[in-house]
Structure formats: structure tokens, C-alpha cells
């Protein structure tokens, strides 16, 4: 063994840390485990370097998308659908379309358009218009200018402005007006209403309950009933054989027809004829292929009767007949344990749906009872629509204060994040929690907005394979792993992005989503990304003599470009941490000399250049006995 020169060395020493990352005790109560990290993930027991990310294309996404469908037709085409608060979209072949239905097409329909001179903004008159705030709307065939503003810029996409009537709204127009004016005539087809890009409760005019406080008076602080929470608009996407049905949250199941690919099937969207108008969520069957509602309507087509635990389905190998009879397996279901339901996923020869509350299993038996249905588990909900997946037969869904699986029982899964976790959600914004599969690494992601935030911006993944938990604040709302792409495809929403969008659209707000193809290189869209991970305290030796650390050998496999080593050490757990270092480990480093002394020893491994990466090993270091008082 090498020697320093007046020192006796004693034989190196391996600074043990176990896999995972536990934040359920103190810094020294998790002696031996790391206790931090962001983009850092576990295999074969070692931390390293998440893979990196690139744009799949430079167009952007209006809205925050929350739901997505990737999937191949028969003849080897590859699609990836799109949900957000905004608009749907569909991208093949490097290019996306916008396929979000319409509610609205009427000629004539605009009687007058209002301007004011030097301004921009044009008040559109249509009678009962049905428009919100954020809607979309196309306008056609303008008669002709009005107050200088030519019909070329009244014509085109617009994102409504304002809503001051029933009969009104604002647009931006492309140019500004020279007079305060009205006129002309036009055509309006307008898409169906938009949502929120996030969860919020409300709390004025119109959202809390009637009476339950003051004329006036904000609602703001109040909780409960008094407040309501308005949910972030979300979709629900499966195949129909080639095709695509689509629904929104709380509204109707919509047909998307692919036969002819992205250009010719935008004419072909329509709402699906005899389906229930108001449901929470759709899924379609396995192999008995039926559409299912939950959350729906006992009277179809009339909204007010959507019960939050009611189950409809349709006719087998039917989108349009939902009404029972003697001939078909068309049929319904009310579940008992909960509130509503709040998600349910495909799994090995049946359905999971999960309550707020509960977990009930839907089985296909055939006529004349079409589905069986059998309670699960009780206290063991989940906590929204996107909050449960499936591997291979074992799901997995985050609950309202700890994590589940089922593998043929309910089991609550031990978690060394837990209280991390949900002490840091946003409980407002639970519904909007996005589950994810990994399963090129064994991993199941949950991204979370954190307490402090309306926006998704934290993870915790649970590792199935190695049952390891990591955490981290990449912001991702829907993902879909790798399968008809090499790659996972993710989304990022950004509200306060102004980017292009994919086409012109007039008085465009902000708010918009990039989808990222994962684990493609290790850097962030061609910028650094940064790493980390730390460990708690460890005690040298038995902790009750100070020790004097004179260098430490690093232990990287895959390194490429430097890795930063941060040795922290401190002479009692309650005391102020020293920090030393960080040392810059490059490839060719075959020890690093160091004077440290401390009774406990805490490691930091980082690196934030470009094409970095590296898999940690097992540190060890050279140190001594250096008496049982602080210096």
C-alpha cells in the first residue's frame, strides 16, 4: 500500500452507502443511505446519471397536455395523440395536426364586427355564441373591412380575448384599426371550450357555494364546501382499432378516423352519436372491446343526472349503442365505496378502478351480465385520472398519503420518501398527478406539482426491480414509455412560454408544451444537465474518535468528463457541516489527497458540463485515528 510521507497509513476503508434514497429520518439517523439527489437514478444498486432528453420537434403545443396515445395502424404508420387544456393534436412522421373537435359551424353566424380606432381588438357579435375565455374560434367569408382593418385580418384562427356578452367576444385582429366603426358579416366554427392549464380552487362570484358567504366578499382562505375546486382540463385517449377516441374530463367521447392519414382526417372528427354527454373518463375494453364510461350519466343526454360513481358501457364492437336490450351487452354499474371515481386502468384479464377510496376489479363474464365486479381493497384510493399504471400485470398508484400495489392483493408499498412527498404535494392540484412507465430502467414516475407550486415540478420513482425509491424536479405532465418510439415521449409545459406555435393563431396567449424524447443522449436539449446525489451522515471508524482523512480513491464506471466529489465532515450530528472540496475527478484521477478531520462524513457526487456521465461506485479513503476532542 502506498505511503505518505510521515504519516502511518492504515489500510483504505470503503465508505458503505446502501441504494435508494431515504428521507424519513435525520442526516444521521439515515446513516449509510443517500438522502438527496435530483436527475439521478439507481441501477444494479450504484446511483448515476439520468439519461438526457431532445425535442422531438421545435414546435410547440398549445396548452398543458395530460394525456397522450401512441400507437401504430396496420399498415406500420406511428401516431402520437395529444391532450390539453387548449386542443388535441396528432403527430406522425414529424409533423403534427390539429384535431380538436368542433361544437359550432354556422354561416352568417357573425352579424357585426366592432372596432376602435388604433386598436387591435375587435368585438365579434354572435348570438348565443356558447364561447369562453381561451376558446378558439375560425373565421370565414368577412363581407369586408370594417374600420380599416382588412378582411384578410379578420379571417383566419383566433384564442378568444374576453366574453362580455352571451352575444360577444374579443378578438386581436391582425392589424389595427383607423376608425371606431361596425360591420361586415362572417363565418364562425367554433372549437369546444377550453379549461384550465392547472387545478385551482375557486373562490368568487360563481364558484363557491350559494350563500356561504357575504355579497362581495372573497372566498379566498375558506376550505371545504366553501370553496370549489376547479380542475385542470384533461383528456382521455384510447384506440379504437386504428382510430382514436377522445374525451375530455366531465364532457363527451369524441371519433378521430385515420384511414387517410393526418391532412384528410381533420374533417372526419365528430362527436360520437348515442355515447353519454357527461362522463369523468373513458377507457375502451380488451379484448371484448367495449367503450366504458365512469363517472357518467344514468339518463343519457342529460347532464344533470352524472353520477361520479356510475359505470355505462356500450354494445360490444359498438361506439354508438349504449342502450341495453334483450339482443346486445350494452349495460351499467353503480360502485358503492367513495366519493367518485377517479381513474382506472387495463390490467391482466380485467379492469381496475379505482375510487377515491377504493379499488374494485371489472371483469368481462359474457352475457347476460356482460361484466362482473368484485371489491379490492378499501382505504386505498387514488388520488387522480392519471395517477395508476399497469406493468405487466402489476399495478401500481399513488394514494392520498402513501403509495400501492396489486399483485392479486392491495399492498401499501413500504416508502423511504413517503413523508417527503406528501408533506411537499400540492393537495389542491393532487388530480393533476401524471404516473409514468420507464421500463427500459424498472421505473415508475410520479410527477407532482410541490406545495409551493400550481405547475407539476417534482417526481418520485419507485425502482420495481431493485424496490428503490429516487426523487427529482424534472417537470414533466403526460409521458408514454418507449414501444412504437424508440424512445419515452414526455411533455413539459411552460405557462409562460410564448414560442411559435404549430400554426398561426391570432392573439395566441402564453402557455405551452414541448415534447422531449427521453433517454436520447445525457444532456438537457443540448445544454448541460445538472446531477447530484448526497449521502447522510456516516461515522468513521465507530464515531467516537475524530478521524484524519489524508486522500480518498474515487470509483466510477462509464465516467466520461469530469465528476465532482464534495466531502462534508463535522465533529457531532447537531453541529454545522464543513464542506471540502469539491474535488474535480477526471477520468485519469487516480486518488485525491485531502486533509479532513471529523467523527462523521457525508459525500456529494455532481457534475453539470456537457456529456458528462457516470455510474458511482464505491469510494474508499485513507484515514487514521486522530484522538477523541475537537480541535
Known sequence: MEQITGYHSMPLTKLQIAPGIDKQNTEYGAEGRWVDGDNVRFRYGQPEKIGGWTKVTSDALLGATRAVLTYSDLKGVNYAVYGTNKKVYAYSDNAYADITPTRATGTGNITQFETTDESTTVIVTDADHGALIGDFVTIASVSGAVGGISAANLQGEFEIQTVPSANTYTIVAGGAATSSTTGATANATYQINTGQPTSIYGYGWGAGTWSS????????????????????AKWTLDNWGEDVLAQKFDGSIYYWDTSGGLSSNLASRTNVSGAPTKSRFMLVSGDDRHVICFGTETTIGTTTTQDNMFIRWSDQESTSTWTPTATNTAGS???????????AVRSRGAILIYTDTALYQMQFIGPPFTFGFKQLGSNCGAVGINSAVDVSGISYWMGNDSFFMFDGAVKKIPCSVQDYVFDDINNNALGDVFCAVNSDFNEVIWFYPSSNSTQIDRHVTYNYAENLWYIGTLSRSSWADRGVYPNPYAAEFDASDTTTTISTINGVKEGRTFIYAHEEGVNDDGSAMNCHIESGDIDIADGDNFMSISRFIPDFKNQVGNVDITVKSRPYPATTQTSHGPFAIATSTTKQDTRIRGRQLALRVSSDAIDDKWRYGTLRFDGKPDGMRGG
Not at 213 to 232: F, H, M, P, Y
Open 333 to 343: 354499474q353503480r360502485l358503492t365505496d367513495g366519493n367518485q371515481i377517479n381513474t
Open 213 to 232: 358567504s357575504t355579497w362581495d366578499t372573497s372566498r379566498e382562505g375558506l376550505t371545504g364546501a366553501e370553496g370549489v375546486l376547479l380542475q385542470s
